[in-house]
Every structure is written in C-alpha cells, then in structure tokens.
C-alpha cells in the first residue's frame, strides 16, 4: 500500500506503531446499537460506554496545543456569501416528475423479490461491525470530476445505515466544496485547529464540539474556512484521522486531486479507496494508469480500490460499459454513478431531491467499499 519512498514508509510505521487492531474502540451499531449513537447529547455520551484511549502511547506528530491555555475559537464563518446563498435557486429533482411517475407504476405491477434481496445484502454490508475506525479515501487525478459529491453521498450513505458515528472529512487545501455540498451553512473550525486541539483524553462529545452536526446526521470536518491558502499538510493530515478515527466508525476523506502529498498519504494510509473516474475517454484512459501503477506498488493498494465512474455531463457519449470494462481490467470494482441533475446544479446535496439511480449507486458504491475496507486489519 505504499509507494516506498522513505516518507511513505515511515508514516505507514508510525501508523502501524500506533494501531491496535485488537481495540476494539468503535462498536458496530449492528453488535451494540446504543454504544455510539450518532448525534449524542453530553449526558447520552456519558451515559454510553467511552472507549479507552489508545493513544496515550502513540506520538502524535505536531500536537503542541497546552491544554491549560485555551485555544483562540476561530471565527465561524459562511460557507457561501449570504449574498450569492440567496440566489441559489430551488433545488432540482433528479429525475424528472415523468421517471418518478414511471417507476411507481413499475413498482405497482412487477415483482420487486429480486430488487429487495439486493437491498437487503448491501444494507448488511453497510452495516457490518468495525473492530477498529474505518477509514475511505476519496481522489482523483483530475480536479472537478465529482470527489466531493461522491465523498457526500458516501457520508450521507454510511450515516443513513449506521447507527454509530460517521465523519466526513476534507482533505483539499484548495478551496474546496465539501462543507457547501453536506449543506453546512458556516464553519469554524478545521483540520489544522484540530491537530492542534485534539488530546487522547477527550470523549466523543468533546470532539464533536469542534464539528459541524450535518442535517441528515453525522458530522463534518472541513479543511479550512474557505480561504486561499488553508493550511493543510501531510502531518496535519495524519494527526487529525489518527486520533479521530478512534470516534467514528467510518471516516470518508475528500482528498485533493493526486498526486499531491496530502491525497497520496490519504491513499496510502486508507482502508479503502475511491478513484473518481469522469466518464470520458481521456478520464478512463488516466485513470486506468493510476490504477496501473497502484498494482504494481509493493503492497498493492488496488486490492482495496474502487472506481466510480462519474457522469458529470448529460452530454458524454464514451460507452458506459465499455468504459467499465477498461477500467475493471485490473481487477477492480466500477459502480458507475449517473448524471443527475440534482448533483449538476450544485449547492447542497438533498438526499431526497436525488434519482434513485443516484441512490441505488451511491448505496451500491457504499457497500462495495465497506466490504474491502474490513477486510483490512
Ligand atoms: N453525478 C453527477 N451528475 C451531475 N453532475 C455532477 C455529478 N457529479 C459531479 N457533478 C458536477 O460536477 C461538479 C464538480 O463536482 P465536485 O465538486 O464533486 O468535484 P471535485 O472533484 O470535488 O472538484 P475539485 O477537484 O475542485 O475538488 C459539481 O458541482 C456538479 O455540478
Ligand atoms: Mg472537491
């Protein structure tokens, strides 16, 4: 899972130094349904049973924050200027009213056994129990392909199907678009504060004070305020999902586009991961070559890869299955994700407003990834 250079091979030791895949510290809400809710209160979280702290003997690269001196709160700023906010526009459904009409009727006359039984097998895969915090890196080597909506569906997907906590996490310095795609109308607090902030002897609730509650549930930490420049770096990096992971079931990571140093530690430290893939010819045929190059790494990270094929444009015409086909050579697997217009207009993913082909591939694209972040001690 590395691609040996020195600083892969010391970040992967400090990690493997520090994990114990024995602690069990996040409970699946399948064998312990109250252990972690989702959205706790303080007095709930008391009242739930606090994992030991496993970090206490791990070095925690960069953590310089005295706890006996507050630090400064950062100042909460919008996630879109109030006056664009406005103009969004009402959000668009993702099929059109004669889709939804159409497929009601369907739902009427045919038998629906096949479909509910393959409903059932991905809900057991979503919710299968963690021993240890699961983390699924999401990039690309293109920018603007689809990362940070993919990232929101699986945040949204994995929060729906668990009941214990899921965070989604942004690892793009570059102005990106995740907190505005989870629908967070403000942020405070981000990845670099956090680093800084962030001690073995905290609870749940203490860290979730420093994130931002997103509306269907689960929580969200961006990377910066959205200003240029937003300071995050691979020891950033490290630090925050390191010792976050202890609290969430499920952590999805928003990464940049590679080969930048932040996306290829992301990579190389993930469970799983997601390669966004844009359904053209020249996204297929590049990214083909990263999954090329994963396979020929030491410690082959494409045994825990998953591509979604992303149609952005209602205008692609590159064969969809052909396409798939190209890319599951290697021996991965592709979920091809639709275009949907809801997704197209941007602003704030409404679970409800998406297609249900949308949903049927994110849960699909959910479920694929969970079953190969597992299997990962
Ligand atoms: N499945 C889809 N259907 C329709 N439009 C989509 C779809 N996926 C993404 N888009 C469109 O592509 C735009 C860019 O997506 P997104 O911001 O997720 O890309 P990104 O890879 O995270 O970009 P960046 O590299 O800038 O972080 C979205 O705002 C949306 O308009
Ligand atoms: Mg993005």
């Not at 809400?29 to 970090?55: F, G, K, M, N, Y």
């Not at 699961?134 to 997907?157: C, D, F, Q």
């Not at 906590?165 to 109308?185: F, K, Q, S, Y």
């Not at 086909?325 to 197209?344: F, I, N, Q, S, T």
Request: hydrophobic content about 40%; proline content about 9%.
């Amino acid at each position: 899972m590395t691609g040996g250079g020195d600083w892969q091979r010391d970040l992967l030791r400090e990690l493997a130094d520090g994990d114990d895949p024995d602690n069990t510290s996040v409970q699946s809400s399948a064998a312990t349904p109250d252990a972690l809710p989702p959205s706790p209160t303080r007095t709930e979280a008391e009242a739930a049973p606090v994992p030991e702290p496993p970090l206490a003997a791990r070095p925690v690269p960069r953590q310089v924050h005295n706890p006996a001196v507050p630090a400064p709160t950062p100042e909460s700023l919008p996630t879109v200027d109030p006056r664009l906010a406005i103009a969004l526009g009402n959000p668009q459904h993702g099929d059109s009213l004669a889709q939804r009409t159409g497929r009601t009727l369907r739902r009427l006359t045919a038998s629906a056994s096949q479909e509910v039984t393959e409903q059932t097998r991905f809900a057991q895969e979503l919710q299968q129990p963690v021993t240890t915090g699961r983390v699924i890196a999401v990039t690309s080597i293109r920018g603007g392909v689809g990362k940070s909506t993919v990232s929101a569906l699986l945040g949204r997907t994995f929060n729906h199907y668990r009941h214990d906590p899921v965070l989604t996490l942004e690892a793009d310095a570059a102005l990106g678009t995740l907190p505005v795609r989870m629908g967070a109308n403000t942020v405070r607090w981000s990845c670099a504060d956090l680093a800084r902030i962030l001690t073995p002897s905290m609870q749940l609730t203490d860290v979730t004070g420093y994130l931002v509650p997103v509306t269907d549930g689960g929580w969200l930490l961006p990377a910066g305020q959205g200003r240029v420049g937003a300071p995050l770096d691979m020891h950033t990096y490290l630090t925050v999902t390191t010792a976050l992971r202890r609290y969430f079931a499920v952590t999805i990571v928003d990464c940049e586009t590679l080969p930048g140093e932040v996306a290829r530690t992301a990579m190389d430290t993930a469970h799983a991961r997601v390669v966004v893939a844009p359904m053209t010819a020249e996204g297929v045929h590049g990214t083909r070559q990263v999954l090329d190059w994963l396979g020929q790494l030491p410690h082959s990270a494409l045994a825990t890869t998953v591509v979604a094929l992303s149609a952005a444009s209602p205008d692609t015409t590159l064969d969809a299955k052909t396409a798939a086909a190209h890319l599951r050579e290697p021996g991965v697997p592709v979920v091809p994700l639709p275009y949907d217009r809801h997704l197209a207009q941007g602003g704030p993913i409404h679970t409800a407003m998406l297609g249900q082909a949308t949903r049927d591939a994110a849960v699909r694209l959910a479920a694929e990834v969970m079953q190969l972040a597992v299997r990962v001690r």
